[in-house]
């Protein structure tokens, strides 16, 4: 984790583009939306936000083991063990897509207006949405990186794994949104943590196979 935050900090273009992206799509919405005089509903604001995070995680997590070249490969492979590879990609990502979900949320609630009545659930959510599509991607990340056309490989591996989870996530903010009890969205809550256990247990189990090849 610590070798991935300074190489994050020494390429900076990378952050500066994320972060880029994510001021870009929300400053279109406002153009689209709040510019115009138009009241944004909210599920139509609780589906751009979840499409400005889907794609900012994809274009965040891709580069997690698309950028190692195989010789760092290698140097990794005799230095430690594959799962404590996989679990510190994982971390890592975890945390960054968390600061550019918060950022977003910020700026977009910021342009757009903040229609979201139970903040501690929506942001809990967002939580649970940010180690979800850091796992997923992650693991997609690390088969992809084995084969040609590894970008394109990631995005078709990808969403399908992550519609059920997206579904659930944008289930449990509209609840937020709509200030429902916390029991509504509380079958919900728990299924997105076992689908982030079974896929950090997958990612565990597996990843050292996928790192002998």
Known sequence: MQKDFRLELRQRAALSGMLLYVGSTVFVCYLS??????????????????????FTAVNAVAKGFLQESRGRQLYYYALVRPQAVILAKISYNTLLLLGLALIGFGAYAL?????????TLFLGNVMLGALGFASTLT???????????????MAVLGFPIMIPMLLLLIKVSKNALDGLEFQSSKSSLLTLVALNMIVGAVSYLLFPFLWRS
Request: hydrophobic residues 55%.
């Open 33 to 54: 939306f709040a510019l115009r005089g138009g009241q944004l509903p909210a599920p139509a604001w609780n589906a751009l936000f979840w499409i400005i995070l889907l």
């Open 139 to 153: 693991l997609v990340s690390g088969i992809a990186s084995k084969a040609t056309n590894s970008s394109t490989l």
């Open 111 to 119: 342009v757009l207006g903040n229609p979201v009545q139970d903040l």
